[in-house]
């Protein structure tokens, strides 16, 4: 097919399980920006079977590395997508059509994020349809938000599209454990940072309000099994996390004293 002038940005490190099908899906635009934090594995090697430019660029959290990214792209418009996330067809029919009429372009367009879990499509507890803007003009967006949930940031007017990215963020129960002691960490140290504090009202009951919001409020129990062990995870997830910034707070104290 004809490549549509897009720059297309990735950051990877140690991705390659998943590096191959992502760039696969994003052959459309016509030029692959990878920048690759530092990986220990076949990565970059992968990448350049795409003809991808791989940049190294030691890890400077997530926001500062997909900023990064934008800032190599030669193209206005940007298409940002993570090495565990694939374009679906659907979707890449609703970019090729926007690009046939230029000049009713909006700045930006959000799409549904679509997650795959536990052998499972999952469309209920705030997981679906999950809106994340990833197509923009360079010109108009910047990567904001909190360390590690990151978020593009628009300053024009956005338009929504109905295709999906697919989204294959954990294996297994062990690599979504990983990845939320990971996550508490950064997001605990962020808060820390902008001067949030936490407290027993925090640790105790916002854990139990996330278990409420993700498995009856939005409906969580529609998925199953799947969708109560990702409520049960979110209550975790929210709880370590205040912990942790309390940790923070009580180090900082013995530190003062």
Not at 203 to 227: C, E, N, V
Not at 237 to 245: I, S
């Amino acid at each position: 097919m004809k490549k549509l002038p897009v720059s297309i940005a990735v950051i990877a490190q140690n991705e390659e399980l998943n590096i191959e099908d992502c760039l696969k899906s994003v052959q459309w635009g016509d030029e692959i920006i990878l920048i690759d934090g530092g990986s220990t594995d076949k990565t970059t090697e992968i990448a350049k079977k795409f003809s991808a430019t791989i940049i190294y660029n030691p890890w400077p959290g997530h926001i500062e590395q997909k900023n990064f990214a934008i800032d190599q792209c030669k193209n206005d418009w940007v298409f940002s997508i993570d090495a565990d996330e694939r374009v679906s067809p659907e979707l890449l029919n609703e970019i090729v059509s926007l690009f046939s009429e230029p000049d009713s372009l909006k700045d930006g367009y959000s799409c549904p994020r679509k997650v795959f879990y536990l052998g499972k499509w999952i469309k209920h507890g705030g997981w679906y349809p999950d809106q994340k803007i990833r197509l923009f003009k360079k010109s108009a967006g910047r990567w904001g938000g909190y360390n590690p949930h990151d978020k593009v940031i628009l300053t024009g007017a956005a338009g929504k599209l109905k295709g999906d990215i697919l989204h294959y963020p954990y294996k297994n129960i062990t690599e979504h454990l990983k990845k939320i002691n990971s996550y508490t960490s950064i997001m605990a140290a962020e808060l820390f940072k902008k001067g949030k504090r936490s407290n027993i009202f925090k640790i105790t009951f916002r854990p139990f309000f996330k278990f409420f919001r993700t498995y009856i409020f939005k409906l969580g129990l529609l998925d199953g099994f799947q969708g109560m062990i990702i409520s049960i995870l979110g209550c975790y997830y929210v709880c370590l996390k205040y912990v942790k910034l309390w940790e923070m707070q009580k180090d900082l104290h013995q530190v003062k004293d």
